[in-house]
């Protein structure tokens, strides 16, 4: 059994990198096949407090400190540098986290 994921998806306002990046996470959930999931967007000061709620937090800026979930950091997406590597990276670590 597939579970929901729920993706936390933080930039530095939580508008403009993150709604970028989440077109991007979406791509990678389907050309992984997963189709149970509900992004949400976040700012980097609310990431904290939300984090929680999430399997995974993926964040276009550095963010150092314990979320207590598996995080991962997208930049790639919004610079274009070793996209294809983030997006293999990315899909293998939310199949493992749907199939968990």
């Given at each position: 059994?597939?579970k ?5 998806v933080a930039?530095?306002s ?5 709604t970028?990046?989440?077109a991007?996470v979406k791509?990678v959930?389907e050309?992984?096949?997963?189709t ?7 700012s980097?000061t609310?990431l904290p407090s939300l984090?929680?709620?999430?399997d ?9 400190g314990?979320?207590g ?8 997406f ?11 990276n990315?899909?293998e670590?939310l199949?493992?986290i749907?199939?968990?």
């Amino acid at each position: 059994m597939v579970k929901k994921l729920n993706i936390l998806v933080a930039c530095g306002s939580g508008v403009a990198t993150s709604t970028l990046a989440a077109a991007e996470v979406k791509s990678v959930l389907e050309e992984y096949g997963l189709t149970s999931y509900q992004i949400s967007k976040a700012s980097m000061t609310e990431l904290p407090s939300l984090a929680s709620t999430a399997d995974i937090v993926l964040t276009t800026n550095n963010y150092k400190g314990d979320l207590g979930v598996p995080h991962m950091s997208i930049i790639g997406f919004v610079t274009g540098i070793n996209e294809a590597k983030l997006r293999k990276n990315l899909g293998e670590k939310l199949v493992e986290i749907a199939n968990a």
